[in-house]
């Protein structure tokens, strides 16, 4: 079984702009959830999405967004992109309790 | 969520058993606690839960304390490729939205 896709894999970006991200889930999977990890932070809960719902938000401001499609697809957006948002950007689909991360996106903003 | 509590690093030498520990003193009763790790630039790879009883797989066995306020994730025979950062974490039976601390720093060494 396929795992946890995203793309692109890397992407530089300047102040100001805006970005989306892809993830494919694993096949059968509902759940999407991503998380930001910087070196200062860590690992830190975006949102998560169910049946192209979001179910969860963590504590980002509204520049963050995202949706899931029909086929559990997901993207998330980064609007008036900042310096602050270089990060790598990971998703995750979800199987009753275990979380399966793909390789990340890695965001560099100049 | 409830916090946890694990050391910042550990040693192990090859071939020996690998003994994280982790500390969840406030972890209520419907809580469950999962280990993660993170190979460096990789995403997180999904170890191991549990709610109350001890648990193992191929990769590794969690030992719960009676009173569920501690943990201890074992692996068995630790090879170089086990060198990753361990998270424990305590959370919800969904398991969509997890809080990462700052982790274990296993360095397995020859």
């Known amino acids: 079984k396929a795992g946890v896709t995203q793309t692109p894999r890397y992407l530089i970006k300047t102040r100001g702009q805006q970005v989306t991200l892809s993830c494919s889930p694993i096949s059968g999977h509902r759940s999407v959830s991503w998380y930001q990890q910087t070196p200062g932070q860590g690992l830190q809960f975006l949102f998560e999405?169910?049946?192209?719902?979001?179910?969860n938000k963590g504590n980002f401001p509204g520049r963050f967004s995202g949706r899931q499609f029909s086929n559990s697809r997901s993207e998330m957006n980064v609007s008036t992109l900042e310096l602050g948002d270089s990060a790598l950007y990971l998703c995750a689909s979800s199987l009753e309790r275990s979380q399966f991360f793909g390789p990340g996106t890695r965001l560099t903003v100049l | 969520d409830a916090k946890t509590t694990q050391p910042p690093s550990m040693d192990c030498a090859e071939g020996r058993a690998a003994n994280l520990p982790c500390n969840h003193s406030?972890?209520?009763?419907?809580?469950?606690v999962y280990w993660y790790r993170q190979i460096h630039s990789q995403g997180p790879q999904y170890i191991i839960h549990g709610l109350k009883n001890n648990e193992t797989n191929e990769m590794a066995s969690l030992i719960i304390t009676e009173d569920r306020k501690s943990s201890t994730l074992i692996l068995p025979h630790a090879t170089l490729r086990d060198t990753a950062v361990y998270y424990c974490i305590v959370g919800p039976g969904t398991a969509s939205k997890l809080t990462f601390g700052t982790g274990t720093r296993l360095q397995v060494t020859l």
């Open positions: 406030t972890i209520s009763g419907n809580e469950y």
């Open positions: 999405y169910f049946s192209e719902t979001q179910r």
